[in-house]
Nanobody, 122 residues
């Protein structure tokens, strides 16, 4: 089974830069799509971006293009979410997840990490 562990959250100032990590392990993880989501209390879980691991293709929610970026390090089995020019509205719990589909829908992701809290101060 795929295991996912997020890290890199914390308190940051608006305008700053942050890179979150999602370390993957377990059998067959490279066959999955890895997605990043964020969620605030009482809100729907929001897709941020994803990577098709085997092919290296990246896809984003349109509103995130230009400020967020997804990269990977195959040697470390890790996907990254880079967030530039942080805004207070970026404050959320960020989660990584794995799906056997190329999808932006949270309910189509099979495996989930525990999440990491990002707080952006104005």
């Amino acid at each position: 089974q795929v295991q996912l562990v997020e890290s890199g959250g914390g308190v940051h100032q608006a305008g700053g830069f942050l890179r979150l990590s999602c370390a993957a392990s377990g059998r067959g993880f490279s066959s999955y799509v890895m997605g990043w989501f964020r969620q605030t209390p009482g809100q729907e879980r929001e897709f941020v971006g994803g990577i098709i691991w085997g092919g290296g293709s990246i896809f984003y929610q349109d509103s995130r293009k230009g400020r967020f970026a997804i990269t990977r390090d195959d040697a470390k089995n890790t996907a990254y979410l880079q967030m530039n020019n942080l805004k207070p509205e970026d404050t959320a719990v960020y989660l990584c997840a794995a799906s056997d589909k190329v999808t932006m829908l949270a309910n189509e992701y099979i495996y989930w990490g525990q999440g990491t809290q990002v707080t952006v101060s104005s």
